[in-house]
């Protein structure tokens, strides 16, 4: 290994946090601060607090009481612009007709189907029956 690239090791450093509690441990700083720890984080209580970062949680809250001052009662008909729904428009749809010549099957399929295919009447593929002489 090279000489002199590791930073310089602190076998006691200290540790603080925003609530008070103090530790210490092994570092290559000799002081640590922190804003949470196991004793006052929400997973490690068990209680349920919410981080407020530059208000956003307040605001969200007040987005909320709104929504829910707004919001019709369960059963009643909403009026304003969200009551009428608007009719989609849709492309009318080019009927297809069958030529004289196709035959039956799937107006949307250009191929003949596996009986015209086969030489079969009864629809099943695979080879016809052989005819024999036999009489």
């Known amino acids: 290994m090279k000489p002199d690239i590791h930073p310089e090791w602190h076998p006691q450093s ?8 103090t530790w210490t441990t092994g570092a290559t700083v000799p002081v640590i601060r ?15 607090r919410i981080v407020d970062t530059a208000g956003q949680v307040e605001r969200f809250m007040r ?6 001052e707004k919001a019709a009662p369960v059963g009643t008909k909403r009026s304003g612009n969200g009551a009428k729904k ?32 086969t030489g079969n009447a009864d629809g ?6 052989a005819e024999s002489d036999e009489g």
């Open 124 to 129: 099943e593929g695979g080879q016809a029956p």
């Open 63 to 68: 987005r909320l009481e709104k929504r829910e």
């Open 86 to 117: 608007k009719a989609r428009r849709t492309r009318p749809q080019a009927r297809r007709t069958r030529k004289s010549g196709e035959s039956g099957g799937s107006a949307s399929s250009s191929r003949p189907s596996r009986a015209a295919q």
């Open 14 to 21: 200290q540790v603080i946090c925003g609530c008070g509690n």
């Open 34 to 48: 922190t804003d949470v720890c196991s004793n006052c984080h929400p997973f490690f209580t068990g209680e349920q």
